[in-house]
């Protein structure tokens, strides 16, 4: 199989990686559906909707606004306003979410926490997602850099790259069955769930862009970088506790 993967089906060149996105977003909220069905949910129907659509507005903006400023080159033109809309990043998109969430519940007055619920169908989502980008290659800006160890692939430009999107779809995985074990541990805390999976992803993701070739560092750190950083500090106090249990 040749990377990036197009395969042709009656002579029509199929986007994988499109594909794949719309299929992260649909199995994700599916299986959400499935483990709220199968769940004590202390959060009324209403509620959850309102935190919701919270979470939608809060994910869009979060991933436009941070995807831009992975490479914040301003220019004018129809294209450049395309390309500033088509610009989007996961990470921008779970803090964007987690805000949005918060918000939505000062609004309506929810106190109860509600991260745990989303926690696996976010992963399960992200897994989906990341396969696809694997697929697309040098398509899509989650390459890693040029290396000369076993690791490395040709993602479609004959140079043997760190396959970054496997790296992170191989951690999402332990990190499923990390939580999986700790699940009944973490129900002792409503929400706590949510913040393990957060702060480890963040973390991995601070240390995984040092393998990306980034073109705008600031201070040697890149936005999504910083991004990762603002989160541990909103997470600071579960990260507390964490160092405590040990």
């Known amino acids: 199989m040749d990377i990036p993967f197009e395969p042709n089906i009656f002579g029509v060149k199929v986007n994988i990686h499109l594909i794949l996105e719309y299929a992260a977003f649909f199995v994700g909220f599916r299986y959400y559906v499935y483990l709220r069905k199968r769940s004590t949910d202390h959060i009324s129907s209403n509620n959850r909707l309102s935190i919701i659509i919270g979470a939608v507005f809060g994910a869009f903006l979060g991933s436009r606004i941070f995807g831009f400023l992975e490479n914040p080159v301003l220019s004018t033109g129809a294209e450049y306003l395309l390309s500033i809309l088509s610009a989007k990043t996961i990470m921008g998109g779970l803090f964007g979410g987690l805000l949005g969430v918060e918000i939505a519940k000062k609004i309506i007055g929810e106190k109860a926490s509600s991260g745990d619920l989303f926690t696996f ?5 992200i897994i989906i997602g990341r396969i696809g ?5 040098i398509n899509e800006f989650t390459y890693g850099k040029e290396t000369f160890s076993f690791l ?6 004959g140079i043997m790259r760190h396959p970054v999107a496997l790296y ?8 499923w069955l990390f939580l999986k074990r700790f699940q009944n541990i973490a129900k002792a805390e409503s929400g706590l769930l949510f913040k393990y999976f957060m702060t480890a992803y963040f973390l991995f993701r601070f240390c995984i862009e040092f393998l990306k070739p980034n073109i705008f560092l600031i201070l040697g750190l890149s936005s999504i970088q910083y991004l990762c950083i603002l989160c541990m500090i909103y997470y600071w106090k579960t990260i507390l506790k964490l160092f405590h249990a040990r």
């Open 121 to 125: 169908p976010i992963i399960l989502g």
């Open 133 to 137: 980008c694997f697929l697309a290659g």
């Open 152 to 157: 490395g692939m040709d993602l479609g430009d």
């Open 168 to 175: 992170e779809v191989v951690f999402l995985i332990l990190l």
